[in-house]
């Protein structure tokens, strides 16, 4: 992989079973959990149906251009499985690499408006003793 093409990790996400999805921070590093929330196939079923629930589903790296970043990038490297529009404006892949299943990669043009979930999830998550693990945001 070229270090040019993507953006700094962001978060790491592992699929689970038993919430619909929960947001943490573990010094800089975003933590997601996510589970499907239906039995249509997803990434998400996908990865769980193979007996992967607790690990490392995708790593979330961002861009400032999705056009260029796709533009960059080697199709024969990568494959993209799933691709979202982000109303009113970003877009998010995510990208298996060639020759391996997981984790995939999640490629993120995120809004201002993620970016500053983002901040309050991580300024909730600030000075966090262990107790009431449930925060509203």
């Not at 933590?31 to 193979?50: A, C, H, R």
């Not at 970043?69 to 060639?98: C, M, N, Q």
């Not at 490629?107 to 201002?112: A, H, L, M, Q, S």
């Amino acid at each position: 992989m070229h270090a040019s093409i993507f953006g700094p990790v962001i978060q790491h996400a592992f699929a689970v079973r038993d919430m619909n999805a929960a947001l943490a921070y573990w010094g800089e590093n975003q933590i997601e959990l996510v589970t499907p929330t239906s039995d249509k196939p997803s990434i998400y079923k996908e990865f769980l149906d193979e007996g992967h629930e607790g690990l490392l589903h995708h790593m979330c790296v961002t861009v400032e251009n999705m056009d260029e970043f796709r533009l960059s990038i080697d199709a024969s490297k990568f494959e993209t499985l799933a691709e979202l529009a982000l109303e009113p404006e970003g877009h998010v892949l995510y990208l298996r690499g060639a020759g391996q299943r997981w984790p995939l990669i999640e490629v993120g043009e995120f809004p201002p408006a993620i970016f500053e979930l983002f901040k309050r999830v991580k300024s909730a998550s600030e000075g966090w003793d262990g107790r009431d693990p449930i925060r509203t945001i």
